[in-house]
């Protein structure tokens, strides 16, 4: 009787995506008992014996393997709960799948579980012709099915049973006249325990009121399978925040709650450290301690906790710090080698030691002649003071504050003040933390007030001004500490917490990095109302305008809106959502960087050490043969002066930690930028290069220059207006710093109101070519780009 009372309280691990590892669930054993946790339900949905191929028995090993986890659990003080979810496609009036499922949940007994769930949650409603001519309803059938493994397993003193109409919004009518409900409340045994999820599949709050309308209708009081910290159904979402909007007295309507929090274990410690707060604080036994749980404090108490075990050397998959190996674990199981998540640490893949602890890039497999003169010999410095534009202006510092916290290698300790930053920009499903809230609130306000700094503005006053780019530099400055903060993970002495946030870290850090970008490149550089090709205005209604926590309001589900933080920052970019939207979205790369990104708008400063790198690209192009000796500038010239010199505005520079290591240019009207070059750039050049006449190299040279500037046909100018040319030094580390760079550029042309952009590319660049299909580019024109073997790749904004 005290084991049926009991307020069982815990995690449920029951989300899509790969199982935790045996390892890893020791671990959470062991957090759970230290805590006061007291139930552990096992049911991960891509664990295939669990669902898809409920009928098969466990293998030997398996079997083993499961025997050690119900030990481990038992030993903790833990109740081990197992679940089976037969119903996908079980025939509920069928002799042989009833017997198959007493024989699946016998194995499980024999190991010594003494606690059970069956679960009919995400399934279809309807019934096979043989069930329907045996059963009344769909509930009926379900309730027959349980009720009889119940009385098969000797009625357990645990025994959970997940409806089909699991929340309120899966009711049909309502709760209170769902025929469903109501059959399972009247039919079901009473000592079988219904699990609820609340108003929602991911409730924002649970009150008495709604839970005593459950209680009513399934005549007994539910156990809450807690969504809340739930991020299966959103690849860019993360939730560190504490456990709320669960008042501790709810207990008295409930027979338990168990958190599925998120897919990554390493992000639990937060969310599982404050559950058991929560839980503790409504316990009877804390009479004498404070009984009022506050998520603000459980917050501070996990935080401080959180911070010794983020510092510890642990191995990715929780090995031992004594092993070299490098582990990383995928978000889908691998089916191809093993039915069940009974595997042990096989799950686990190696990965290459290098770049975790880098603070260099990796040497390249060949090395060009020259090459070396791009890094070595004093020629490529970190980034100085140099390439900041006027103080006036909101900058990003060059060299991503190289110079006030030095470089990024190496393994170090995370600041509780990057903690707290962390938690903030990953907080809770409908709701975010100080530091994301900010974010978006300075985002939304600068772009909503950029024609005080746009580039014909002649109205604007000198405090709103200084008003506006007083916040833009409070906002770059919170960019730079998720650039930090994004460096200080990957550098971090927790492996296994580096890869299981590294994904989402590097997303909003490249998220930082165009939006850090946009916001440098508003100030002088958006055209305002009087623009003939466009407008602040219409930016404005390119981009969104409210926060996606705003949008969805208490009644939505969070997957309504996806992306989370970063999700947000795109949609208040120019062409973030729509057909855009894969541009910001894609899987971090496969070796983890410490190493620091900077993207920037141009500055005049900059051209000598463009410069000097389109040069060396150009000498390693050629095996090593520098043709421009007597002529420096040439490839400069040729390649960057026409966009430096007409259109400025539209460059953007790419730094690392020893300075430029990319850019990209763009020309906003390729039409209007030609007229301009026949007219100013050329007779420059002409006057550059031949001024005493010049010789045959000369000459041939002003006539390539000539060519450059020739014709691009109607038809495709008048679908893709815009122009862009990307240069980026083969040894960088991650690549994929050239797609945000890209973004970057994209975004500011379709600010100024460009509907689309191309590129020319050698088509012996496979490279190149592959990276462009990848970004939603695709070839328009062949052999056909001013007369040359170039292919032209365009794409719409």
């Known amino acids: 009787m005290e084991e049926k009372q009991r307020f069982l309280c815990g995690v449920v691990e029951g989300f899509y995506g790969r199982p935790w590892s045996m390892d890893q669930r020791r671990f959470l054993f062991q957090w759970m008992q230290n805590w006061g946790l007291n139930t552990y339900l096992y049911g991960p949905k891509d664990d295939l014996k669990h669902r898809l191929l409920w009928r098969e028995v466990y293998s030997p ?29 079980i025939v509920f009036s069928s002799p042989c799948d009833l017997t198959l499922l007493k024989r699946k949940l016998k194995q499980v007994s024999d190991l010594g579980c003494q606690a059970f769930a069956i679960l009919f949650d995400d399934i279809d409603h309807s019934l096979c012709q043989a069930d329907s001519e045996a059963f009344s309803s769909f509930a009926h059938a379900q309730v027959s099915v349980t009720n009889e493994l119940y009385r098969f397993l000797g009625e357990p003193p645990v025994f959970l049973f997940c409806p089909t109409e699991y929340c309120g919004s899966l009711c049909s009518p309502s709760v209170q006249k769902s025929p469903y409900l109501q059959t399972v409340g009247e039919d079901l045994l009473p000592d079988i325990t219904v699990i609820w999820t609340g108003n929602k599949v991911i409730s924002k709050k649970l009150s008495v009121d709604r839970l005593a309308e459950v209680e009513s209708v399934l005549q007994r009081p539910p156990l809450i399978w807690d969504n809340l910290h739930a991020n299966d159904y959103d690849s860019r979402r993360l939730f560190l925040g504490p456990f709320k909007g669960r008042e501790p007295w ?94 042990g640490s096989a799950v686990v893949a190696k990965l290459p030691v290098f770049p975790l602890n880098s603070s260099s890039p990796p040497p390249s497999p060949t090395k060009a002649k020259g090459e070396s003169e791009v890094r070595e010999g004093g020629k490529r410095q970190p980034a100085q003071g140099s390439h900041q534009v006027p103080a006036s202006r909101p900058t990003a510092p060059s060299g991503p504050k190289a110079r006030g916290r030095g470089l990024c290698g190496g393994k170090g300790l995370l600041s509780e003040a990057q903690v707290r930053l962390l938690v903030g920009l990953h907080y809770l499903p409908h709701e975010h933390g100080p530091s994301a809230q900010k974010l978006i609130q300075d985002l939304t306000w600068l772009k909503s007030n950029c024609h005080v700094v746009s580039a014909n503005s002649k109205k604007s006053s000198p405090h709103k001004v200084d008003e506006w780019r007083q ?31 590294y994904p989402y870290v590097w997303d909003l850090r490249n998220m930082a990095l165009v939006a850090k970008a946009f916001v440098c490149w508003l100030d002088g550089r958006i055209l305002n109302d009087s623009a003939t090709l466009a407008s602040w205005r219409n930016c404005f209604q390119l981009c969104g305008k409210t926060a996606g926590t705003e949008l969805l309001g208490e009644e939505s589900e969070p997957w309504a809106f996806k992306g989370g933080v970063s999700g947000e920052v795109q949609m208040l970019l120019p062409g973030g959502g729509g057909s855009s939207s894969e541009l910001f979205t894609h899987p971090p790369p496969l070796f983890p960087t410490s190493r620091l990104y900077n993207i920037r708008p141009y500055h005049s400063k900059d051209k000598v050490e463009l410069y000097r790198m389109v040069r060396q690209l150009h ?72 001024a005493n006449g010049g010789n045959a190299n000369t000459q041939d040279l002003i006539k390539l220059m000539e060519e450059d500037q020739g014709e691009y046909p109607d038809s495709l100018l008048y679908h893709f207006p815009s122009q862009l040319r990307l240069d980026t030094l083969p040894e960088l580390v991650d690549v994929s710093v050239s797609r945000t760079l890209l973004v970057a550029l994209l975004v500011a042309l379709k600010a100024n109101g460009s509907q689309g952009v191309f590129c020319e590319v050698q088509p012996t660049d496979s490279q190149r070519l592959e990276f462009l299909t990848k970004l939603g580019f695709l070839e328009i024109l062949r052999g056909e780009a001013r007369s040359r073997e170039g292919v032209v790749m365009a794409r719409l904004l």
């Open 471 to 501: 916040r833009a530099s409070g906002f770059l400055s919170l960019c730079e500490d998720i650039a930090q903060l994004h460096c200080s993970v990957v550098g971090g002495a927790n492996r296994a917490v580096l890869y299981d946030l």
């Open 619 to 690: 000498i390693r192009s050629q095996c090593g043969q520098d043709f421009s000796a007597s002529h420096p500038d040439v490839v400069g010239d040729r390649c960057l002066g026409p966009c430096l010199a007409l259109c400025p505005e539209y460059s953007f520079i790419l730094e690392d930690e020893l300075g430029v290591c990319g850019c990209i240019m763009g020309i906003v009207d390729v039409r209007s930028f030609a007229k301009r070059c026949q007219a100013s750039w050329l007779p420059a050049m002409r006057d550059k290069y031949l």
């Open 250 to 343: 709810l207990r008295g309507h409930l027979r338990g709650l168990l958190l599925n929090p998120n897919c990554e274990f390493e992000a639990n410690y937060i969310p599982l450290h404050t559950l058991a707060n929560w839980y503790r604080t409504g316990s009877q036994e804390r009479k004498d301690e404070e009984t009022d749980y506050c998520p603000d404090r459980a917050l501070s108490a996990a935080l401080h906790d959180w911070m010794e075990e983020l510092n510890q050397p642990l191995q990715a998959g929780r090995q031992s710090a004594r092993s070299d190996q490098r582990c990383s674990r995928s978000r889908t199981p691998d089916r191809s080698h093993c039915t069940s998540t009974f595997r």
């Open 61 to 89: 090993e398996e079997e083993g393997q499961l025997l050690t986890l119900i030990t481990e659990a038992h030993s903790r003080g833990l109740r081990f709960i197992y679940a089976l979810s037969p119903g996908q496609d």
